[in-house]
């Protein structure tokens, strides 16, 4: 599975996420996409747009292709915000990944993936940057390439709730995140070993 970042950079909520899923025996890769420059501790979002801008989206989307480029073409999609643009921009090119899971914004499911692959979305309840046009766009993308959609809101939380440094985090919500993100695994990990 890879996991890419947020437009913070790779900080501890990314590395953490990834410790927790290797611990549940999933091999996760972790692809610095900024080559070490992070917006801060508590970064605003103003220091994101500007670090994520001055890297530039090519660079950006080619860092990640160099990450992938060895992963097996079933691996597992997972992004953080600016994260999730970046598997929406990759998951054309490996259209037989066993699942895909979407934190804090969403993206298109590519047509001509297999039927039933799991795609999970997690966004805060009126989240600005999962706005209803862009929900209804996942939902439409998703029926239309027969994937086994599940979008999961969190009302009260923040955009970032996942991140415990941020004034957004919301650790129940975050909980339940990841439980609901081991049942996609799981169902992926299952897809992949009857395919085999």
């Known amino acids: 599975m890879v996991l890419f970042h947020s437009m913070f950079g790779l900080r501890p909520v990314e590395l953490s996420a990834a410790e927790r899923l290797r611990a549940a025996g999933h ?13 801060g ?4 979002l103003e220091d994101g747009f500007a670090l994520m801008e001055r890297i530039g989206w090519e660079t950006i989307t080619a860092r990640a292709r160099a990450a ?9 999609l997972g992004g953080f915000s600016m994260g999730v643009g970046v598997v ?3 998951w054309p090119d490996r259209p037989t990944a066993a699942g895909a899971f979407l934190l804090h914004a969403t993206t298109s499911v590519p047509p001509g993936i297999p039927a039933g692959t799991p795609v999970e979305a997690h966004v805060a309840d009126g989240d600005r940057f999962a706005p209803p046009d862009q929900m209804a766009a996942l939902r439409a993308s998703a029926e239309h390439a027969g994937a086994e959609l599940s979008v999961h809101t969190y009302p009260g939380a923040g955009h970032f709730y996942t991140d415990p440094s941020l004034p957004d985090h919301d650790p ?8 609901h993100v081991d049942g996609l695994l799981e169902k992926a990990r299952r897809r ?4 085999a």
């Open 41 to 44: 501790d508590v970064p605003a």
């Open 27 to 39: 091999h996760v890769v972790t692809p610095d996409l900024f080559a070490g420059e992070v917006a």
């Open 88 to 90: 929406g921009t990759l």
């Open 192 to 195: 992949v070993s009857d395919l």
């Open 68 to 76: 992938v480029r060895d992963l097996p073409p079933s691996a597992v």
């Open 172 to 179: 129940v919500a975050a909980d339940r995140t990841w439980r």
